[in-house]
């Protein structure tokens, strides 16, 4: 659908990194794991950049997370970032095939920005009353209060380096019936991801893939 939404929060939730929640507008529907397109003019130019939804359901408003990096964000992410409460910005979703589905146990594995689905998913799959471990891949974490919310809500959180990521994967991963693993990330962590499922007996092939490129 195609729409203009209007803000209604922007919280830091980390460093150089926002969380946008957005009213939902009427008949948007949409998982956590899908993403959204939001579009604008910016000093002359037009954006349209996509946003995976961070938030575990969209009934009355979505919320997308945003890192805005001053040595590599653009005017737009700039734009996004100096949003209020009560400004408005086109919109139009959801897009996207790998979202959570109601399974029995959800791994997620989160690199950078995939750490705003990774919450959205954890936290629908837990109050679903369903099983979940999120493994997130960060130097600088962010959304920890919801991640530590979410660990004590009874889901498994593991924050990890670079270097014990395949550990972490390999306690993450069962191979068990109804398990369903998730992978959110630009395309490096995509590739190790992946090959630390692989590694741990799990199936590459049938994880839900979302590559930021």
Not at 60 to 71: L, M, Q
Not at 82 to 106: K, Q
Not at 115 to 144: F, K, L, M, Q, S
Request: glycine share 10%; net charge negative.
């Amino acid at each position: 659908m195609d729409a203009t939404v209007t803000v209604t929060d922007v919280t830091a939730v980390g460093p150089e990194t926002v969380a946008i929640e957005f009213e939902s507008p009427d008949g948007f529907r949409a998982q956590p794991g899908q993403f959204i397109k939001l579009l604008a003019t910016v000093e002359g130019e037009d954006f349209a950049r996509f946003y995976t939804l961070s938030s575990p359901n969209m009934v009355d408003t979505f919320e997308i997370t945003v890192e805005i990096d001053p040595a590599e964000s653009g005017p737009f992410s700039e734009h996004l970032a100096d949003l209020t409460a009560g400004d408005t910005i086109d919109m139009s979703g959801p897009f996207g095939a790998n979202y959570y589905e109601g399974e029995d146990r959800v791994v997620v594995l989160a690199g950078g920005p995939g750490v705003g689905p990774a919450v959205g998913i954890g936290e629908r799959a837990n109050e679903d009353g369903n099983a979940v471990h999120v493994v997130y891949r960060a130097t600088t974490p962010v959304h920890e209060s919801r991640l530590s919310a979410l660990d004590a809500a009874g889901a498994t959180v593991t924050i990890t380096t670079d270097d014990d990521f395949p550990a972490a994967v390999d306690e993450a991963i069962t191979a068990d019936d109804g398990e369903q693993a998730f992978v959110y990330g630009f395309d490096a962590f995509v590739t190790a991801a992946t090959d630390a499922v692989a590694a741990a007996g799990g199936d590459p092939d049938a994880a839900k893939v979302e590559n930021f490129g």
